[in-house]
């Protein structure tokens, strides 16, 4: 093919040589760790599925390379007025790839599906009571109460078209077999499905006829998991594949030291934190401690804050990447508490201190638990924490598993202490309210993933007014307030935001967003 | 011969129901798939209802008789993960895996057969020892440094070989083969000579030792007193002779050949059904896990069968006792 498109040019002339050439530059390879296992955007609720079909599928509304909210399918939005909810104003003239028609009706429709039962991500969903058409371009969402921040959480939630999937006997995600939606895809997004091999390779193309403004100049982009690190490395520095994420920290160096590549650093929006075992009355894996749990006494919480040398671990375990965090979001998200910026100092005296206050001067022993392959360096984390913690007195029998094993064990309540990170699905800080700091009520879907039961009345009080204000100052000092007790009680001992690592060609421009998703159509090959 | 052959394959059955029996008792500790399958929003009822759907919350009898009675009948299920048919996720990556342990297999007997059968003759030579010295290196070392090594040495420094994945594939006859292309057999280069290099080793310390065996029984010693030519004796008369004990030892070795390529194919993102195997653990994807063991099984039986029959076509005192 370049041999021909060569020949050809020489006999022509050289302008012909420099757009051959250009032309050719112009498809793009790129690895990940994780192959989105289907191309249902409503069956499964996971970064590397929703990041990855955000190229072929939109939503109402999208995120901008800074993370803000713009409009998608939907050119703009209101508040519904004498009712709770709100009322999106479709585009008009956009047509899936397969040259249908876009309408209210898909929305509609798509709603249903991705809010039915055999949808992972009906949650979304939860605060909608009634969704109407008003007419072919208007769809209104009526929402159980005020929610100013449902535009923002319905980022995600991917259109379909009705008839394609009505037609494909596609109307629902997969449940047991897959179904036409598994491996087919009939978007309205920029790039559309050329070829599939699941865990293998999945080839896409530009949509010829994508309404928006085309920005990248891809013609083909082929997409390769590589589930080992090493290979991953190999593949770029071998020149195979343009891009890959992430890599590991410990090849950032070895990366930057080649000509011809670069390394892209940023923050991801994940905290990551130790959390306690607030409602067990006493210590699992203590060898001196018995019948109490030490860990619901404050000054015991606030000494193994004082424990902790962020600078130590920045230094030593993620070589100057990391910022120390002081509340369950990273700054830059809304919501972020500014009044409540500081984290504890490292007082390795004080928190003796407090320990000796507390009826602990010797200290105690307990049990701590982490994964070994969720977070970066994870395990090292938890090593180098547990002899910080020893060095006050609080001796952690640490034990460290692969989380596939993780989640049923602190589902389990079998934990003093533990590790856990944590990114706001919706980038506001309402989302680890409702999931970390409030007393888990499966009713209510609050508090699901606050495994040590941390329960404050205010708290809970506070939620509700923070979801449904509209006042942006009034919703801050709700938050403000949420963030100063949780701190003052050490609900939770947040450590650090995530450092998000990619690697590319030197010759590729890309955009790194916060979320770790990866857009086609911000790239350009040189 | 149609009787043993039908006896051992009804024999292989309970192999394999023996072997989805362990797999399955030691799945509950692989961990949970629910939580792999479904996002950090999805709510615990919502959990909870899929866990019931897919069966898990019943007892681990129920579970292995439902598992063992849809594969009798033909039916291997769904991937949790993906939802594609566990069968055909399989029979998709198997001629990928065959092709690297078949490869890997003739590498490993095509170098070292003649390195063994030189060592033997030659024992005491620079060249023999430093081959003994170098292979024994070979093997001592793991395999995914082997891998790594030959991908940082020939891919990214010397940019010869790709890295990654199977390069150009063409189907034939629903066979997705790497061995008609050039980019085929560049891509089924690194990863095959990785995983053969054990094989390599043992092939020829075992055809070493056998002829130097052999080099010393009587048959051999009167050959060379009625001078028999040494070219003859050697090739004919005392390899042929050390070939059965290495048949029979490298063919049971193929059946690891194809069970352990899982490094190998990981190294390499050789996309086979060890990878298949690996990424599902990582997801707790049980009945992907589930087929592969037993299918890994199944290829033993098949393997060690295959080696019983080259036995006796090897072997001509074994046919004699047959018929007699």
């Known amino acids: ?526 | 011969m149609a009787y043993f052959i039908l006896k051992r394959l009804v024999q292989s059955v309970f192999v394999m129901i023996a072997v989805a029996f362990l797999a399955f008792s030691l799945f509950r500790f692989v961990g949970d798939p629910i939580t792999q399958m479904t996002g950090v929003e999805t709510a615990i009822e919502d959990q909870e209802r899929l866990r019931e759907e897919l069966g898990l919350n019943d007892p681990f009898v129920v579970q292995f008789y439902r598992f063992t009675g849809d594969m009798l009948q033909g039916d291997f299920g769904y991937s949790y993960r993906t939802r594609q048919s566990v069968g055909e996720m399989i029979a998709s990556r198997i001629p990928a895996t065959l092709e690297l342990g078949t490869v890997a297999l003739l590498i490993s007997l095509i170098v070292g057969i003649p390195t063994g059968v030189y060592t033997a003759l030659r024992p005491r030579g620079f060249v023999t020892q430093s081959i003994l010295l170098t292979t024994l290196v070979g093997v001592s070392i793991p395999t995914f440094v082997i891998g790594i090594m030959l991908i940082f040495l020939f891919g990214v420094q010397l940019g010869w070989l790709p890295t990654f994945g199977r390069g150009g594939t063409v189907q034939v006859g629903g066979w997705e083969s790497s061995l008609f292309t050039i980019d085929g057999w560049r891509a089924l280069l690194l990863p095959a000579i990785t995983l053969g290099v054990y094989q390599l080793t043992l092939t020829m310390r075992l055809v070493r030792a056998e002829m130097m065996e052999v080099l010393r029984s009587d048959y051999i010693r009167f050959g060379m007193a009625r001078g028999v030519p040494m070219r003859s004796l050697y090739f004919r008369h005392a390899l042929s002779n050390t070939m059965v004990p290495v048949i029979t030892i490298i063919g049971l070795q193929f059946g690891g050949v194809i069970a352990f390529s899982i490094v190998t194919e990981s190294v390499f993102q050789w996309p086979g059904m060890g990878l298949l195997f690996l990424e599902s653990i990582r997801f707790v994807d049980i009945p992907v896990m589930g087929v592969y063991l037993v299918v890994i099984a199944f290829f033993f039986v098949l393997v060690n069968l295959i080696v019983d029959l080259l036995y006796v076509a090897i072997d001509p005192r074994l046919r004699i006792k047959d018929e007699s």
């Open chain 1, 1 to 526: 093919m370049s041999f021909k498109v060569l020949k050809r040019s020489a006999l022509i002339g050289s302008a012909l040589l420099v757009s051959a050439a250009a032309a050719s530059a112009e498809s793009f390879k790129w690895a990940s760790n994780t192959d989105p296992q289907t191309m249902d955007p409503h069956a499964v609720n996971s970064a590397p599925v929703l990041s990855f079909l955000n190229n072929i599928y939109e939503g109402l509304v999208r995120r901008n390379q800074g993370m803000a909210i713009e409009g998608s399918l939907a050119e703009s939005w209101e508040p519904l007025e004498g009712e709770d909810g709100w009322r999106f104003y479709l585009r008009q003239g956009v047509t899936f790839q397969d040259g249908s028609a876009f309408n209210a009706e898909d929305v509609m429709f798509s709603y249903q599906r991705a809010s039915n039962e055999a949808a992972d991500v009906r949650s979304w969903f939860a605060p909608v009571k009634e969704v109407r058409v008003v007419d072919d371009y208007t769809v209104d969402f009526v929402t159980n109460a005020p929610n100013p921040l449902f535009p923002d959480s319905i980022a995600n939630f991917m259109i379909l078209d009705k008839g394609w999937a009505e037609a494909n006997g596609a109307e629902l995600p997969a449940r047991d077999a897959e179904n036409y939606a598994t491996m087919n895809v009939n978007g309205t997004g920029p790039f559309t499905l050329a070829s599939r091999d699941p865990g293998v390779k999945t080839v896409l193309v530009p949509n010829a006829n994508w309404w928006g403004e085309v920005e990248h100049n891809v013609t083909e982009a082929t997409f390769t998991p590589i589930g080992n690190a090493a290979t991953g490395l190999a593949a770029l520095l071998s020149g195979e594949i343009d891009f890959i994420q992430p890599i590991p920290l410990q090849d950032v160096a070895q990366v930057e030291s080649r000509d011809g590549f670069k390394v892209l650093e940023g923050e991801e929006t994940r905290v990551i934190m130790f959390g306690f075992g607030h409602e067990h009355e006493e210590l699992l894996y203590s060898t001196d401690v018995t019948g109490t749990n030490p860990f619901q006494d404050v000054r015991v919480r606030m000494a193994a804050a004082h424990a902790i040398d962020i600078a130590s671990i920045d230094r030593v375990l993620f070589r100057g990447k990391i910022d120390g965090a002081s509340q369950l979001v990273p700054a830059g998200i809304s919501g972020y508490s500014e009044a409540n910026s500081t984290r504890p100092a490292y007082d390795p005296e004080k928190a003796k201190a407090l320990l000796a206050e507390a009826g602990y001067p010797n200290g105690f022993s307990f049990g701590l638990k982490c994964p070994n392959d969720r977070y970066i360096n994870d395990e090292a984390l938890c090593r180098a924490a547990a002899s910080m913690f020893a060095a006050v007195g609080l001796n952690a029998e640490l034990s460290t598993g692969p989380v596939r094993d993780y989640w049923p064990q602190l589902r389990a309540d079998e934990f003093d202490m533990y590790l856990l990170g944590w990114s706001p699905g919706t980038f506001d800080m309402e989302h680890p309210i409702r999931f970390l700091m409030s007393t888990p009520n499966s009713e209510k879907k609050l508090g699901s993933w606050n495994f040590g039961g941390y329960s404050n009345a205010r708290v809970d009080e506070l939620l509700p007014g923070i979801q449904r204000e509209v006042d942006p100052a009034a919703r801050q000092a709700m938050v403000d307030e949420v963030v100063a007790i949780t701190q003052e009680e050490v609900a939770y001992i947040p450590l650090y935001t995530q450092p998000l690592i990619w690697a590319a060609k030197d010759n590729v421009d890309l955009t790194q967003r916060a979320d770790n998703f990866f857009m086609l159509r911000w790239v350009t090959v040189n």
